[in-house]
């Protein structure tokens, strides 16, 4: 069984920071690329940040600058640490995982997490 688990969100001012943290557990072999998505009501899901088993980002646009992603391989973890936060980043953030289950798979499989919210206000 896998699990997904994220921490931290919360209520922050504009041009605070805040941090969240996603950490697998359970049977897996690897954690392939990790990714933290966005979401408002009635929005479409917006990739945040992507970092590869091998640490490489990529970072959208509307937050490039001010959140960067890290991993720990060790712990299967990804953090996400948001500076500079406005207003427009107010928002249910998702932790998204690309697992390998066994050693003789090729094919990923992708699990949410259960998200966190974010909510940057005066």
């Known amino acids: 069984q896998v699990e997904v688990v994220q921490s931290g969100g919360g209520l922050v001012q504009p041009g605070g920071s805040l941090r969240l943290s996603c950490a697998v557990s359970?049977?897996?072999?690897?954690?392939?690329?990790m990714q933290w998505y966005r979401q408002n009501p009635g929005k479409l899901r917006e990739m945040v940040a992507s970092?590869?088993?091998?640490?490489?980002?990529n970072i959208g646009d509307s937050v490039r600058g001010r959140f960067t992603a890290s991993r720990d391989n060790a712990k299967n973890t990804i953090d996400l640490q948001m500076n500079s936060l406005k207003p427009e980043d107010s928002a249910d953030y998702y932790c998204l995982v690309h697992l390998l289950l066994t050693s003789s798979q090729s094919k990923t499989y992708a699990y949410w997490g259960q998200g966190t919210q974010v909510s940057v206000s005066s």
């Open positions: 359970g049977s897996i072999f690897r954690v392939d690329t």
């Open positions: 970092i590869t088993f091998d640490g490489s980002t």
